[in-house]
């Protein structure tokens, strides 16, 4: 823990400005990015290096000052008596022998940057193979120069010597006066560094060069007249640098990014005519005088309290906020089975960012720092709470490893609200320095403990939630695991004299996907022989949570239709609606089998408990289970996926800190810090595998009619899969998508739903071979669509919008022998249920409110885009909140005429 809370910040801080800097110059130039990195950090850590030198030339001149009587006295006594003597001599002079480790201070500093340095770009696999001037791999030791001794091969890393030679050269500059005993332990320290980087890779040891090249221009500048003059000068010709670089290479980065950095550069520059006038300012002194007063012990806690309140609120509420929206998917990643890890580094991570390396800053620096950060830190908590709650971005749907469905959301934050952002942190900070030495601030204080001790508890109670749901989960779990292929038994039992059912839920399959897939591969419809499409099809919600339970209820469980049950729990409603279509075939004397339902009993997995009062119908859980058979067969090995717990852990404190950040930060964010390497592979082949082996999991024993309702994930996953069989991850290729340009930025999505398509033609071939076909009925049905951009809607302003409602319809009646054809009959995904009881002897009455089942839409139908929630925040509710947007849809869903845009409570405007 002690890594999280005083390595790990100065290791995210050098990958925020690595990753950033890698995504502008590109993978060909790591070097610079190297380079960014030592003057970013060594910049950053200046002020400290300043610190502990002012410190370390205290001490020498103490102890100058102190040698002649120190060794009168050592001469003239000895003994306790000696001992007495200094004792008294060095309590005159305010002076204790433990000062003198205050000559090592700036090696204590050093020590942090160079392990989070050293751990970061040790294991850097940017570096692997990159190339700059002589050196071939910057991800391995130099090895320059290789001679053979006999049969011994020598090789000589020259870039540590390098390394070395420059460390003498700048310690003999900076204990040029200094006593002897210094120097040693200066030049002991840069041999002790070239025994530990002698075998580093390339890149970590020219950072180090570049540290300590920086290092020697420091003693020096130090040493001229004007060394903040000169410090000055290099920053602005920095800034000046990049704003000339950005503006000349790189015409894609947003304008009022490029006129930002241009304004700051400007402002740096004007600084010290600014200062001029500000001097002359009587505001200006009186702010100066109150900066200049020694912080009270009150304003002392004020920093403290808040400081610590800021890093609970990131590290313990915003993590558990997002872990308890699903703790399911976030078990058993990596090495760690539980999410409460995740908890515990998050927290130790702030309390080292937000306020370990703060209250070092604190205690090391003047009064006018220490009244800064006084203040400071009360206005960044509410200015984070503001960012957090009321300046927030639709963050839509998140994997496990934060990677979001279209963040183009983050770009849709009105300006306004950055700006209001900083006024509220101005005012604040304004307000502290005016109220620091008044009645207020006891009170303020008063109040951040109660924010503390209510974080805590809150804190302390979601992370209770997330492990008795994790726990459930993975108590849930069949031991048994299967690890081949002649393990797999069938679990979806056909009957080949009677009636067969088949619904197969794709989640978020995208219904314009179809023609595309068509065209690229027309032997689609040759395999969907007796198949209708229908694209003119609306789902009610664009989220599984309000989209689904009319495609497995029917109409009585739209979200309008639920919220009017207003006595009944959300989770209770579903949980019905899940046995609807199951209860209704085994009345009728069907078999029934349910295999992955969506959020049963508001769970994300794991959890069959609804099922379990009609044991008749067999319902399990299949995804996950033959995703190792599969990939063992397709030779697939993702070294990620072994250490996507870490990377996960990362994510999420990234994540807290994006949601804190100003509204107009976060795109850039977001984009430097989302992850590089391929981590989604086992969450896709967890679905894909499943559909893989369909044929497998099927027999033909069956001597009833049979119901079965197999739900998938495959579509919901992006991944970019081999152009050939659409079977392995692979490097995206413009063959995959079949000519289709328009569909190269939403290949990740595109390849999913073909690689589905392409395993269910395959097992209706298989039944067809085994004559099923012809006696069975298929639905192909999704919860809804997704929010891309398509040229189906392009009539409509915002072609994403319609699309987010436009789910996947494919249905196959019994003897069905006809080609391919399209429908474009208004429907929902809500008919579900009577295409697949049409013409049976099922009854048309729930069975569990005595209601008949009735498709309501020929007036239209209402639809909505639910606001950012989480079953977590709705398992006790009993009505979905308002819409964040609702429609109501008609006839032909591609007319935007048939779009009646509704206020919150679903009256038409």
């Known amino acids: 823990m002690l890594y999280n809370l005083i390595i790990a910040p100065i ?132 090895a320059l120069f290789k001679f053979s001794v006999g049969t011994k091969l020598i090789i000589i890393n020259i870039l540590p010597i390098i390394m070395t030679l420059i460390n003498f050269v700048s310690g003999a500059v900076y204990t040029k006066e200094a006593p002897v005993k210094e120097k040693v332990q200066l030049y002991a320290v840069a041999c002790i560094f070239l025994v530990l980087l002698y075998n580093s890779p390339s890149g970590l040891v020219i950072y180090w060069i570049l540290n300590n090249l920086f290092s020697l221009a420091k003693n020096v500048v130090l040493k001229t007249k004007k060394p903040g003059a000169i410090l000055f000068g290099f920053i602005a010709f920095c800034l000046t640098f990049l704003s000339i670089f950005f503006w000349a290479k790189h015409p894609e980065t947003a304008t009022w990014k490029k006129s930002l950095l241009s304004l700051l550069t400007l402002f740096f520059c004007c600084l010290p005519l600014l200062k001029k006038f500000a001097d002359k300012s009587a505001l200006n002194k009186k702010f100066t005088q109150l900066l200049d007063l020694k912080p009270s012990l009150t304003n002392t806690l004020t920093f403290v309290f808040s400081s610590l309140c800021l890093a609970l609120f990131l590290g313990l509420i915003l993590t558990t906020n997002v872990l308890s929206s699903s703790p399911i998917e976030f078990c058993n990643l990596g090495s760690t089975p539980t999410p409460l890890p995740y908890i515990t580094t998050s927290i130790f991570f702030f309390l080292g960012f937000c306020f370990l390396w703060p209250f070092a800053i604190y205690k090391l620096f003047g009064n006018r720092t220490k009244n800064i950060l006084c203040f400071m830190f009360p206005a960044l908590l509410v200015m984070t709470v503001c960012n957090v709650y009321l300046f927030k971005a639709d963050y839509g749907t998140l994997n496990s490893m934060f990677l979001m469905t279209d963040s183009g959301v983050l770009y849709l934050v009105p300006l306004a609200f950055s700006f209001l952002s900083l006024v509220i942190f101005a005012v604040i900070f304004t307000c502290g320095i005016f109220i620091k030495r008044t009645k207020v601030s006891p009170v303020f204080n008063t109040f951040l403990v109660a924010i503390l001790a209510a974080e805590t508890f809150f804190g302390i109670y979601k992370t209770d939630y997330i492990n008795k749901t994790a726990k459930k989960y993975l108590s849930s779990i069949d031991p048994n695991k299967i690890t081949s292929k002649e393990d797999i038994k069938p679990i979806y039992h056909l009957s080949k004299t009677g009636k067969n059912v088949i619904v197969i839920f794709l989640d978020r399959a995208e219904g314009f996907y179809m023609p595309y897939a068509l065209k690229q591969f027309p032997e689609f419809a040759e395999k969907l022989q007796g198949f209708t499409y229908y694209p003119n099809t609306i789902s009610f919600g664009t989220r599984t949570i309000n989209g689904y339970t009319p495609l497995v209820g029917g109409y009585e469980y739209t979200p309008d239709n639920m919220n009017k049950r207003k006595d009944e729990l959300l989770k209770d409603k579903h949980n019905e609606a899940l046995l609807v279509m199951p209860k209704l075939f085994l009345d009728a004397g069907f078999s029934a089998t349910v295999t992955d339902p969506a959020y049963a009993n508001y769970m994300w997995k794991g959890d069959l408990t609804p099922y379990k009062q009609f044991p008749e119908i067999a319902a399990s859980e299949e995804a996950g289970k033959y995703t190792d058979v599969y990939m063992k067969e397709k030779n697939i090995d993702n070294p990620f996926e072994r250490t996507s717990d870490l990377i996960c852990s990362r994510q ?75 079977e392995l991850p692979s490097d995206f290729d413009s063959k995959s998508i079949g000519g289709n340009t328009e569909l190269r930025k939403r290949a990740d999505y595109y390849h999913p739903f073909i690689a589905a398509m392409k395993q269910l033609t395959k097992y209706f071939d298989y039944l067809r071979e085994n004559d099923i076909y012809d006696n069975t009925r298929i639905i192909v049905i999704a919860d809804h669509g997704q929010g891309l951009d398509n040229k189906i809607f392009t009539d409509f302003s915002d072609p994403a919008a319609p699309a987010r409602f436009n789910p996947l319809l494919l249905v196959k009646d019994f003897d069905s022998k006809e080609e391919l054809k399209t429908d474009n009959s208004f429907m929902t995904n809500a008919d579900t249920l009577f295409l697949a009881k049409k013409d049976l002897p099922v009854s048309n009455t729930n069975p569990f409110t005595g209601k008949e089942f009735i498709q309501d839409k020929e007036n239209g139908c209402n639809v909505s885009i639910p606001p950012q929630f989480n079953t977590a925040y709705i398992i006790k509710r009993t009505q979905f909140p308002k819409p964040r947007e609702a429609y109501h849809v008609k006839d032909n869903i591609f007319d935007p005429a048939n779009w009646s845009k509704l206020d919150t409570t679903g009256d038409a405007k």
């Open 11 to 142: 290791e995210f801080i050098v990958d925020w400005v690595f990753r950033m800097c890698l995504n502008k110059v590109g993978t060909e130039s790591v070097i610079y990015c190297v380079v960014v990195v030592s003057i970013v950090i060594n910049i950053l850590a200046l002020p400290l290096y300043n610190i502990a030198d002012a410190l370390q030339e205290k001490e020498r001149n103490l102890v100058k000052s102190l040698e002649f009587r120190v060794k009168r006295i050592k001469k003239a006594f000895k003994g306790d008596e000696q001992f007495m003597m200094l004792s008294e001599y060095y309590r005159q002079n305010n002076y204790h022998p433990l000062y003198a480790l205050r000559s090592s201070l700036s090696i204590l500093i050093e020590i942090p940057f160079f392990i989070a340095a050293y751990h970061y770009l040790s294991n850097c696999d940017a570096l692997l193979g990159s190339k700059f001037w002589i050196f071939k791999d910057l991800g391995g030791p130099d």
């Open 652 to 726: 999420i404190k990234n994540f807290s800190i994006l949601q804190a950040l100003i509204p107009q930060l976060r795109a850039t964010f977001y984009n430097t810090t989302k992850p590089n390497e391929i981590t989604s592979t086992r969450n896709f082949f967890n679905q894909f595998s499943t559909l893989y082996y369909l044929s497998n999991l099927t027999d033909f024993s069956n001597n009833k009619n049979s119901f079965i309702y197999i739900g998938n994930d495959t579509v919901h996953e992006p991944m970019i899969l081999d152009y050939e069989n659409f």
